[in-house]
């Protein structure tokens, strides 16, 4: 016999997977199941931005939306609110300068109705304009000096600005007060003395561009300060 506590955790643990779509079954095509309209996924340091068109009805608020990010980030969209925001540096998970795979997938119960194609979105911005050869080195606890190198397509007036993100007792950003600049004046390093970093936890790296010429992609980078640092 099954003992109660057993049957209790099995429970817990079966529901919330049948119910999220983890569902292993690829469902006949149904024509019938209403889709989002207009779905769009907008890339920026740090965030994840879905929007859809808000013509929805009352048969798709009685169906369970959701979507596969970076292929097992599985995320219930309330499809009234039109928008879903995923904000990285609350869970410091994954990175989005490379692409984000999307799949959208739709329920009814725990029954899978739907699988979309899984797509890849990709941040704006002029290709091979965002900092490349990203480094960090720890010396003795204290300091920290990171490094980058300027896109092989970046613009020539860009400018890259360093911020970190740690998850804490609270999320706190840490901006770079300190830049090394390349003969151009471009910022390509920052040195950090004494920082506010915790180095046996993860950290979320953001290096923007910018520039009066075009749109820069932004690096972005999950980072582990003693392991990824040699400190």
């Given at each position: ?18 119910t ?5 079954r ?56 039109c ?10 998970e ?8 999307v ?8 029954e ?41 397509e ?25 830049y ?6 471009r ?5 950090f ?9 993860k ?20 980072y ?5 640092g040699?400190?």
């Amino acid at each position: 016999m099954v003992h109660s506590s057993c049957l209790v955790f099995l429970i817990c643990v079966w529901f919330p997977l049948a119910t999220a779509c983890y569902s292993g079954r690829v469902p006949k095509e149904n024509n019938s199941v209403p889709l989002l309209q207009d779905f769009k996924v907008k890339l920026s340091p740090g965030l994840i931005h879905l929007t859809w068109h808000c013509n929805i009805t009352k048969s798709m608020e009685k169906l369970q939306y959701n979507v596969d990010l970076q292929s097992g980030h599985l995320e219930e969209l309330n499809v009234s609110a039109c928008s879903f925001e995923y904000d990285i540096h609350k869970r410091i998970e994954f990175i989005l300068h490379k692409g984000l795979s999307v799949e959208l997938r739709v329920c009814s119960g725990s029954e899978l109705l739907y699988i979309g194609k899984q797509l890849t979105y990709m941040p704006e911005g002029k290709n091979n304009s965002a900092a490349e050869n990203f480094a960090c080195v720890i010396y003795n606890v204290y300091i920290m000096n990171c490094s980058w190198t300027v896109g092989k397509e970046a613009p020539e007036d860009v400018q890259y600005s360093l911020v970190l993100w740690q998850k804490k007792e609270n999320i706190e950003n840490i901006e770079c007060q300190q830049y090394r600049c390349d003969s151009f004046g471009r910022q390509v390093g920052c040195v950090f003395n004494h920082p506010n970093i915790d180095y046996g936890s993860k950290v979320y790296v953001e290096v923007w561009g910018s520039s009066n010429q075009v749109s820069v992609q932004f690096f972005d980078k999950v980072y582990w300060p003693i392991k990824d640092g040699k400190g």
